[in-house]
């Protein structure tokens, strides 16, 4: 059974900085792209950053410069490093993985941005 588990998101000043963890188990991690999503209150779900098997990145145009999604495969994570963080960037941080024609995603984690 493929599980993810976000950790790491909490309330934070604009301008700080914040770093998710995503663990992955039930699946050849080195396998996928991962993918981080988000979703504002009274918004759509979005793609913020995704990350391929072999390292390869893209981003969201909002979050270019800003973020940066990183994985290790030895420890099944996937993580996104989140500086300069805007009240914008407030919502529901999910994880993802897609393998086949389904999707996984993780319970997500609280992203809040002050201001």
């Known amino acids: 059974q493929v599980q993810l588990v976000e950790s790491g998101g909490e309330l934070v000043q604009a301008g700080g900085s914040l770093r998710l963890s995503c663990a992955a188990s039930?699946?050849?991690?080195?396998?996928?792209?991962m993918g981080w999503y988000r979703q504002a209150p009274g918004k759509q779900r979005e793609l913020v950053a995704r990350?391929?098997?072999?390292?390869?990145?893209n981003y969201a145009d909002s979050v270019k410069g800003r973020f940066t999604i990183s994985r290790d495969n030895a420890k099944k994570m996937v993580y996104l490093q989140m500086n300069s963080l805007k009240t914008e960037d407030t919502g529901v941080y999910y994880c993802?993985?897609?393998?086949?024609?389904?999707?996984?995603w993780g319970q997500g984690t609280q992203v809040t941005v002050s201001s």
């Open positions: 039930g699946i050849i991690f080195s396998d996928y792209t």
């Open positions: 993802n993985v897609r393998i086949g024609t389904g999707s996984i």
């Open positions: 990350i391929t098997s072999s390292g390869g990145t």
